[in-house]
């Protein structure tokens, strides 16, 4: 399928990390891009790297996500040049490290809106839009932070929480439709994104379990073409998985308040 015949993919997050792997990963099989993220300048950086280098169409759209009608701004940029989306790839979201009671509210606001409430309002402004295309794709970044409470982490997992059970239900509602829903779950990813939480210490360790965005983004975008419900990489990710299905919750509670607290 050439590039003219494919549909646009709308990333989120796509300055850096997973984000921008996916956009690699997306544009070496021609499909065009809209990429959206807070960093004018890392955008653009990336649009013109994307186009010399697969020779697809990149367009930007520099937003702060977390702030109010963001997500109906992005939808009508959308609108106004009648981008034929055929995929939106939720991706953006960070975390917030620290005992809930000594973290700062706003900051955990502002996640909860970036985590979950963008999610929720791009995929209902735009499967309209989606359900124009004979074949459309939602993917939904979650964590293996989604399958148990983390203390410490406590608002952050509960967000993944909210966007893994948001996107088996949306999935099932739109079973019957041209729109494939998928939720990927990834765990520690070379990203920066433990630093950035505040989770300095944690960083260190995390290295040696760490995934590279590159290979995440790959069984991501096959996981979903595929058109595949819900994906977790990495051996000892899905291992955890099952570990945390059969061992009682406040055992794996308590052994994650023990790694986080570090």
Known sequence: MSEKTKP???????????????????????????????????????????????????????????????????????????????????????????????????????????????????SHLLVPILLQEKQAYILNISSTAAYQAVPTLAVYSATKAFVLSFTRALRFELAQTSISVTCFSPGPVDTGFAARAGLDAFSKMAQKFNMQPDEVAKIAVKALLNKKSEVIPGFTNIVSLYANRILPKAFIEKTAAGIYKI
């Open 8 to 122: 646009y993919a709308l990333i989120t997050g796509a300055s850096k990390g997973i984000g921008k792997s996916i956009a690699y990963e997306l544009a070496k099989q021609g499909y065009p891009l809209l990429l959206v993220a807070r960093s004018e300048e890392e955008l653009k950086a990336l649009s013109d790297d994307l186009k010399v280098k697969y020779g697809i169409n990149a367009f930007i759209f520099s937003i702060d996500l977390s702030i109010n009608d963001a997500s109906v701004k992005v939808t009508n940029w959308i609108k106004r040049n009648n981008y034929p989306v055929g995929i939106l790839v939720n991706n953006a979201g960070y975390g917030v490290w620290g005992d809930f009671s000594q973290s700062s509210l706003t900051n955990q606001l502002g996640m909860m809106q970036l985590n979950m409430n963008v999610v929720v309002e791009l």
